[in-house]
Nanobody
């Protein structure tokens, strides 16, 4: 089993910044992919950003590209999401998820084995 614990959410004004963390514990995969998803009120959960643990390769949704940065700290088994220039439409519950090696697209949610409990991000206008 893998446990994922997100932290860092909160309330911020438009144009501000927040940094989310997702700490992983328990079983580890030799090649992880860790991904942030988000779910806004009344909307489906959507892909935000992903990182391959070993290589550090990243990929972003168009809606956050240039504003958000995903990174990881191998020693702490933690992935981060630095969110800058936040917009009201970024308001959502943010979830981190992890999976091992898979040929499935990184945005495909059912391909992820473990999920965190989510952290609320609210951006006021």
């Amino acid at each position: 089993q893998v446990q994922l614990v997100e932290s860092g959410g909160g309330l911020v004004q438009a144009g501000g910044s927040l940094s989310l963390s997702c700490a992983a514990s328990g079983r580890t995969f030799s090649t992880w992919r860790m991904t942030w998803f988000r779910q806004a009120p009344g909307k489906e959960r959507e892909f935000v950003a992903t990182i391959i643990w070993s290589a550090g390769s990243t990929y972003y949704a168009d809606s956050v590209k240039g504003r958000f940065t995903i990174s990881r700290d191998n020693a702490k088994n933690t992935v981060y999401l630095q969110m800058n220039s936040l917009k009201p439409e970024d308001t959502a519950v943010y979830y981190c998820a992890v999976r091992g090696t898979s040929s499935r697209p990184s945005w495909e949610q059912p391909s992820y084995n473990y999920w965190g409990q989510g952290t609320q991000v609210t951006v006021s206008s």
